[in-house]
């Protein structure tokens, strides 16, 4: 029979197998020195009043004074709907499974709710062990001061977990990279190991940022836990080097961080209106504009026209349907649907029964021979009515014909625009439909992926997956960062305004066919439209896909933002190119074929260019064939064959033109082109071997980003150099768009965030909104690149202006 006597406040309690637990009444703030050993357990027991409209913290701290012992202290706390445990020494491990002592824990309790005014609760703390010698260790129960958040805190922190409660947050800490932080909204877990557990949490060095939505906490309130971490490398810090002894504890040192709380409100619906307001503003201003332009336009040539009259060949109907389009031209506009209607529609009706003679080009004449309009007539009725471009290629002499017109020192535009102008709208229109092919089977999937993307971010809380600017991160529903996503609109708008501006010059372009305008026929660029639609649709994905990649920003989906940037690169180049060489431009097939083959680099890049020299290598070889493969293409006009004897036809030439005599090229502005071309290609080859960029995808684009300024540099010297002009339009959008580009630019190199670094050491370049408190510099770049790139379209569009009245015998080839 085992005898119980209560003496004052302790109890002891004997079992069959010799373990005793003893209970003690405890007070906080009061310190307990005491041993454990595994025949004795020992029980604290307190009791505090809580208050429904009041959140107090407990702090349970503990430190172990026996200097070497084998079996560890077991401490657990029993709450109320809660229970804790711990043990002491606390082992957490790092990288590599290394393992981190601490014989000093403090662990912060949280408040468990009340539905009464005030209501006293009691918690224990059992302590245990199953050492067979006496351990010793203090313990020490205290209430934390100011635990509740109001405006700003100042605290001191070490690898020992603390949390405090708040509404909203702004975190900044200036201390070195030595130090790296957890940054949780949610409470009970607060250790190295377990911290990600629940809630939404980041790592930081100096300064990250929360924002936090009312509908995901209905209480009010949360709990805030900021952890220290036990080693750097998480955060960006230097990797240490230890012995390879899994069995061996490590010290983790003097490790603490102090850091600022900054609490701010979050921003209010009226903010989101004003910037979606702001930003639909912008750019329906664009649309204004151009209706207001195009209704100069139009007002100037009516007055042009008003001597025109009706032609003996055009049936009343067919006037009474150009005059009635005429007055109706800007609600046709209006119709977005028009544009794939007209697009498809294009060639059929250029290939209708009226007008099949009136629109066959003129074939029968070659060379620089100034022609009459009785001439040029004649010859367009005599020319071929077939529309299939391998027609041609069934003449016996067509290979020397091109040989001989090709080949010629000086070309005009009319050398080099033979082919049926039918034939090459249905060609040229095959850019269109095939970017609207890519888009859609690319756009799917990327959207799928980037909602799974922004789904595991909300569902698991970890804030390191998406490299978002936080500090202006404005959330909206499920979308993290809503204001990065808006700003996009930009692209979608003026790519579809483009589009518009398309639609109503072919609308112009092909009335004017209907009627037999000789100017129309014989004058000026060719009027082809087939890539002009492609750019727009370019620019409208570009902004699509922009959205997407900032839905959750890194470097996984980082190509869904630069894939159609080639795309608009290329097409662009194809455009210059195919205004002075209609007939021997890229087919759609070969040149969304390369365009692949970029953005398969690109991928390859991503994933195995990061330090692989044999990556490096291959690429930058396969670069500069590439130029000058595509070098040779363009000098001789594709009259050139790339087969076995091509060595030979090297030495030969060599041997002709450089060592019997040293004649200098035959075509000098096309060697002065490929040679800058060939010098800076093969300097950026160079400078990717040698530097190896992390971000391949950017690298790739400055290629050809560079070449595409390059060519258009090239383009405007020639045009000027050969007496042409440019007019007041076409002048003032390459103004401006240059000065939008400079401060595009700018914004663009500030770097608020960078998926090159850990997500923490990115969190360090983040910075505050700066305008309307609502967008940052990034969408400030999104703004005005999209302004830029409307605006370099628009140059493409009507630099060529200048020669709509001028033959086309009369135009040169550069």
């Known amino acids: 029979m085992v005898l119980f006597t209560v003496w004052g406040s302790l109890l002891c309690l004997v079992h069959s197998d010799s373990s005793v637990v003893v209970q003690k009444e405890a007070q906080f703030g009061v310190s307990y020195l005491d041993t454990v050993t595994s025949h004795n357990q020992t029980i604290y027991s307190f009791n505090h009043t809580v208050s429904r409209n009041k959140t107090e913290g407990v702090r349970v701290s503990v430190e172990l004074l026996s200097e070497t012992t084998k079996s560890p202290i077991l401490f657990v706390i029993r709450q109320k709907q809660a229970v804790l445990s711990f043990q002491v020494p606390l082992i957490l491990r790092g990288l590599y499974q290394r393992k981190y002592q601490y014989t000093q824990v403090g662990r912060t309790l949280c408040q468990p709710p009340t539905l009464v005014a005030s209501e006293t609760q009691f918690f224990y703390v059992d302590v245990s062990t199953l050492s067979s010698t006496s351990v010793h260790y203090q313990l020490r129960v205290s209430r934390v001061e100011s635990f509740t958040l109001q405006n700003s805190a100042s605290m001191q922190l070490r690898p020992n977990p603390r949390f405090v409660n708040t509404h909203s947050l702004y975190f900044s800490s200036a201390v070195t990279l030595t130090d790296c932080s957890t940054l949780q909204e949610c409470p009970v877990y607060d250790l190295d190991n377990n911290v990600a557990f629940i809630g939404m949490y980041q790592t930081m060095t100096k300064k990250g940022a929360v924002t936090v939505q009312r509908k995901d906490f209905p209480s009010n309130s949360f709990y805030v836990v900021v952890v220290v971490k036990t080693e750097d490398e998480a955060c960006g810090g230097p990797l240490k080097f230890y012995p390879l002894l899994p069995d061996e504890l490590l010290d983790a040192g003097n490790r603490s961080k102090t850091l600022d709380v900054v609490v701010s409100p979050a921003i209010n619906s009226e903010v989101y209106v004003m910037g979606m307001l702001f930003c639909l503003g912008i750019f329906l201003s664009f649309y204004v504009l151009t209706f207001l332009v195009a209704c100069i336009e139009n007002k100037r040539m009516n007055r042009k026209r008003e001597g025109f009259l009706q032609p003996a060949d055009m049936s009343p109907a067919e006037t009474a349907s150009i005059i009635g389009v005429r007055s109706t031209n800007y609600i046709i506009i209006i119709i977005i649907i028009i ?18 003679d009136s629109l066959a080009s003129a074939e029968g004449t070659y060379g620089y021979m100034e022609r009459s309009m009785d001439t040029v007539g004649r010859c367009r009725q005599e020319s071929l009515s077939s529309v299939e471009e391998d027609d041609y290629d069934t003449l016996a002499d067509i290979d020397s014909d091109k040989n001989i017109v090709r080949t010629k020192k000086y070309l005009c535009v009319s050398d080099l625009a033979r082919k049926d102008k039918r034939v090459l709208n249905k060609k040229y229109q095959i850019y269109f439909w095939n970017i609207s092919t890519i888009a859609v089977f690319y756009a799917l999937p990327v959207i799928q992926l980037v909602i799974t993307y922004q789904t595991v971010v909300n569902v698991t809380g970890n804030q390191d997956i998406c490299y978002y600017n936080f500090l202006c991160a404005h959330p909206l529903g499920a979308l993290s960062s809503f204001n990065n996503i808006l700003s996009n609109l930009g692209y979608v708008m003026l790519g579809l305004l483009f589009l518009l501006i398309v639609l109503q010059r072919d609308i112009l372009h092909n009335r004017a066919l209907m009627r037999n305008d000789i100017t129309a026929l014989e004058c000026g ?24 990649y900032h839905v959750c920003p890194n ?14 690169a290329g097409l662009c180049m194809l455009k210059l190119y195919q205004k002075r060489h209609p007939d021997i431009n890229a087919s759609a097939y070969t040149a969304y074929a390369c365009l692949a083959a970029v953005i398969f680099f690109s991928v390859l890049g991503v994933v195995f260019g990061k330090g692989n020299t044999a990556f490096w290598i291959v690429f930058s070889v396969i670069h500069i064939l590439a130029t000058l493969l595509l070098s040779t293409q363009l000098y001789y006009m594709g009259r050139w064959k790339l087969d076995s004897g091509i060595l030979r036809r090297m030495l030969y030439v060599i041997y002709t033109d450089c060592v019997r005599q040293c004649s200098g090229p035959m075509y000098i502005d096309r060697m002065v082109l490929l040679v800058m071309g060939n010098i800076v290609n093969w300097s950026l080859a160079a400078y990717g071997l040698i530097k190896r960029p992390n971000d391949f995808a950017s690298y790739l684009l400055a290629i050809a980003i560079c070449n595409l300024l390059l060519y258009f540099a090239f383009y405007i010297i020639m045009k000027l150099r050969s007496g042409e002009r440019i007019r007041c339009l076409a002048l003032v959008c390459i103004l401006f768009t240059a000065v939008v580009w400079g401060f595009a630019l700018f ?13 923490a ?21 999104h703004f005005l690149s999209s302004i830029a790139m409307f605006g370099s379209f628009l140059v493409l569009l009507t630099m060529d202006d200048d020669l709509d009245t001028v033959q086309r015998d009369k135009i040169y080839v550069f």
Not at 339 to 356: C, F, K, Q, R, Y
Not at 526 to 546: C, D, N, R, V, W
Not at 555 to 568: A, K, L, P, R, V
Not at 747 to 759: A, D, M, R, V, Y
């Open 525 to 548: 660029i060719p009027k082809h439209f087939g890539l002009f639609y492609a750019m727009g649709t370019a620019l409208m994905m570009e902004g699509l896909l922009s959205a997407c």
């Open 747 to 759: 914004f663009f190199f500030q770097g608020l965030s960078t998926w090159q670094k850990t997500p």
């Open 555 to 568: 470097y996984t989906n980082f190509q869904f933002d630069t894939s159609f940037m080639y795309m608009i």
């Open 339 to 356: 544009i794939s209607l007209s697009v498809a529609d294009n060639g059929s009706t250029m290939s209708s029964e009226p007008v099949t």
């Open 761 to 781: 050491e990115s969190r360090e370049h983040n910075r505050d909104c700066i305008l309307l408190s609502f967008f940052d510099d990034h969408d400030i770049w």
